[in-house]
């Protein structure tokens, strides 16, 4: 988030307020579809129902990319932030001689492993919500910092970045990038008729959290952040080590979310659904192996987020929520004119973001070959 700010200005965190009601809302549509019909129990079921089997080909693929490259992103995170609070570590393994960053990509991978194994998403809950401490205590040891180190008031004049406006923007949607997983959470659900409230206090929560976090970083480091904030912080400071082992929490504690509909979706490819807990196992220890392999050579979170956010988080959080609920609702007139305005609005903004941030995320991975 601050990366975002010093990337965008001041200014663009208006237009992260934007995305956030954006993202809200096209999370309510996605509510809608699935009480369209009893059957639906996925997002590409969602695609199958509004526009047939091309609608769920697209849709899962979409998807599937995007939570894979999350799960990416993830353990590249949680990498940087060991070899930055282990630095110069080293091990052999199985003949390899690992250290740095790819030492503690499979590390991390160990920690992880486990969670994915579980099936019942109401026992991820309970892990999931480990993050929300850590997300507090993140932002909690910024303002440590701020307070004991370098103050508030680093040089930080800029305003608005129009050339690093996409790239904002991309990381904004990365922030509210659930959309893939919302129709599992809303199917395990004991009582989904509080979805819409669920999401509406998750946002808001999100957003302050986020908020406070970029304002915080941005006036401490300036132009000078780094795309993970706690890169910045001195090495060997308390603070640093709390806020480095909570960063290192959230991925730890969501990973298995992330990656439960890509397992499932294997599952179901391979006819394995009834096959017991030894295929599950098998099939989610080979995902993660595959996102540690990955892992392992990018060395760009960053413009990795970006690309993210910029091409498939809108796809799956913008694009297809707004046009499946127009083709599932509006067959019969049934969506205020007022209501499709707003959905055209979003779409364009969509669009925008998806051209403009995926030109410029990708011209920024190149540049780092």
Not at 210 to 239: C, E, W
Not at 281 to 301: D, G, M, Q
Not at 320 to 340: A, M, V
Request: charged letters at 10%.
């Amino acid at each position: 988030m601050p990366y975002a700010v010093a990337q965008g200005g001041w200014l663009s965190l208006l237009l992260f307020v934007v995305v956030g009601a954006v993202c809200y809302y096209t999370g309510t549509l996605i509510e809608h579809c699935m009480r369209a019909d009893g059957s639906i129990a996925s997002y590409p079921d969602i695609g199958q129902f509004a526009f047939g089997a091309v609608g769920r080909r697209a849709i899962a693929f979409f998807m599937y990319v995007e939570l894979y490259l999350v799960a990416i992103s993830f353990l590249v995170l949680e990498g940087d932030n060991l070899d930055k609070l282990f630095p110069g570590a080293s091990m052999e393994l199985l003949g390899y001689h690992l250290h740095g960053k790819k030492l503690f990509i499979v590390v991390a991978a160990a920690v992880i492993l486990p969670t994915t194994w579980l099936k019942n998403l109401g026992m991820l809950a309970y892990v999931s919500a480990a993050g929300l401490v850590a997300s507090a205590a993140l932002t909690a040891s910024l303002v440590w910092a701020g307070i004991a180190e370098t103050g508030f008031h680093k040089n930080n004049s800029s305003a608005l970045n129009l050339t690093g406006l996409p790239t904002s923007l991309g990381l904004y949607f990365v922030c509210f990038t659930g959309h893939a997983v919302f129709p599992m959470i809303y199917s395990s659900m004991k009582n989904n008729k509080h979805f819409s409230k669920v999401l509406m206090i998750s946002s808001v929560l999100c957003s302050l959290n986020y908020g406070l976090t970029a304002v915080l970083g941005y006036l401490i480091y300036g132009d000078d952040v780094q795309s993970q904030v706690t890169l910045n912080l001195p090495t060997g400071k308390l603070y640093t080590k709390i806020a480095i082992v909570m960063t290192l929490v959230n991925p730890l504690a969501k990973y298995a979310l992330l990656v439960a509909p890509i397992t499932a979706a294997v599952e179901e490819r391979l006819s394995l659904q009834g096959g017991g807990r030894a295929s599950r196992v098998a099939i989610s220890t080979a995902v993660l192996a595959s996102t540690v392999v990955v892992a392992s050579t990018v060395p760009f979170f960053g413009y990795l987020m970006s690309f993210i956010g910029s091409f498939l988080s809108v796809m799956a959080t913008v694009l297809f929520p707004c046009l499946c609920y127009l083709k599932i609702y509006n067959t019969d007139g049934g969506i205020r004119r007022s209501e499709i305005t707003a959905i055209a609005g979003i779409l364009m903004l969509g669009v925008f973001v998806a051209v403009t941030g995926t030109y410029t995320s990708l011209q920024q991975i190149v540049g780092t070959f």
